[in-house]
């Protein structure tokens, strides 16, 4: 269960521990069949500046007990902040009365994937300094020092520089017996330029600098190279400002990580969440074209195309040991070869497809909230052995685009037709980078574009990416999640002149 030494820093473990063996005897007296109780602290920052001068900070704190239960079949679901044992006995007793308030109107019986106990767990993502305790004044003075450094190159109007930070500290029992202490932080800084000519207009560009399960020590350059990025933002910035318009047609792309992790995250990850094949998510943000029959027989890409879902990744937004229903964390398979060979599961949607098990997709983004299936780490596989570099695959293009950064994008509510934008498109000519463009749009839909996908890049080219608010659910939840991929090959991709289409 990767147990390692910690310490919780606003969470009292006896405390935990005690109230959640009061909600798990008054949950059982009441007549639940299963009981599952998470305790939570949860700390999250956001510092923002403006020009380098502090324009936002805020600091909360979420303290609570969620309970759920299962009754005859039938879920039920009571939170509160008052953490006094009487009071808690309290919400186990409302959450079996709910259930059984529920159970005039549902008509099918719930069942559960069944999950072994796994005793007693301790874990921690890993970091070296918890963001959280480092001091307002100290978060200011890094982004004030980024900010002025950008803004000190002629040509540069504007700075936007921020840092969100979150530790989420959990304690997870059920009446099975597993009994969990996690601890999450995470980080993500992030710096956008802007610049204002009078005659080309205005162009903006952010650090491509991914959020990750990482500490402080993030920002001083374990994990990614801020000095680097910062000092060539600025005239990559005003070389776009200064690049031509793209013509639109059909080219092939060579997709950095950077960018090739939200087409991931949306035209993959939610594609692949059962609940949202089955069609539960109907009424918000869409169901997928991804659907269960299809397991096993559809064509989602080229062969060269193999995605797993992660609960295990090191610093991955979405790594635990235990998820929110008491499942062990695990890596699993979704695409094989091209094919759809898997989907995200919590306990119930893994009881509904007939499988043995969850893979472990359940969660809350607070105490308050009932776990709903979550995306996983869902990542793109490079090529085996030494794959190629990301020239190596430049150098295989006559005429193309490389896409590097993420910005603005739009898919259907099926998963399947989708277009996506980016902070840096370089022409290919010939195999070679010739300057930047701008105005572009890559356009497709979801199986065709990971069909004409003729190559992945190798282990050197991979990065770990991701998002701090996936949102899903109603009410709506946010969760962080993390995509891994290297540089991909794509051939003829529909390229869209943004400024054309917009009517400007």
Known sequence: MGLVPMAFTTLDEDLARHLSTVALEAAHRAGASLTQVRIESIRDQYVG??????????????????????????????????????AVAGVAARAVATARSVARAQRRRVELAPEPSHGEVRWSSPFVVDPTEVPLADK?????????????????????????????EKFYADSAGTTALQRRVRIHPSLEAMAVHETLGMETMATTAPPVGRGWEYLSGTGW???????????????????????????????????????????????????????????????SFATPDKL????????????????????????????????????????????????????????????????????????????????????????????????DLIGGVDRGIFVVGDKSWSIDMQRYNFQFTGQRFYEIRGGRIAGQLRDVAYQATTTDFWGQMEAVGGAQTYLLAGA?????????????????????????VAILNTKAEGGR
């Open 296 to 391: 096993g027989t559809l064509r989602y890409g080229s062969s060269v195309m193999n995605v797993t879902g992660d609960r295990t990744a090191e610093h991955g937004l979405a790594t635990v040991a235990i998820d929110d229903e008491g499942v062990a964390a695990q890596s699993f398979d979704i695409i094989d070869s091209g094919t759809l060979v898997g989907y995200q599961l919590d306990r119930a949607t893994a009881a509904v497809a007939g499988r043995d098990r969850s893979n472990g997709c359940a969660f809350a983004d607070s105490p308050l909230h009932v776990p709903i299936q979550r995306m996983a780490n869902v990542s793109l596989a490079p090529a085996p052995g030494e794959g190629p570099s990301t020239e």
């Open 140 to 168: 200011v003075d890094v982004l004030a020092g980024w900010s002025r450094r950008v803004l000190g190159v002629a040509g540069v109007s504007h700075v936007s520089a921020s840092v969100m930070c979150v530790n989420e």
């Open 49 to 86: 500046l403006r020009d380098g001068e502090l324009e936002t900070s805020s600091d909360r704190s979420t303290f609570g007990i969620g309970i759920r239960v299962l009754v005859d079949g039938v879920f039920g679901f009571a939170a509160a902040d008052d953490v006094d044992p009487d």
């Open 225 to 287: 190279d801020f000095d680097a990025e910062l000092a060539q933002l600025p005239h990559d910035l005003l070389e776009k400002l200064h690049a031509p318009s793209v013509a639109a047609g059909r080219y092939d792309l060579v997709i950095d990580p950077t960018n090739l992790w939200l087409t991931i995250h949306e035209s993959i990850g939610h594609a692949t969440e059962l609940d949202r094949a089955l069609g539960y998510e109907a009424a918000y943000a869409g169901t």
């Open 468 to 492: 701090f608010n996936c949102g899903k659910g109603q009410p709506g939840q946010v969760a962080p999640v993390s995509h891994g991929c290297p540089s991909v090959l794509v051939r003829d």
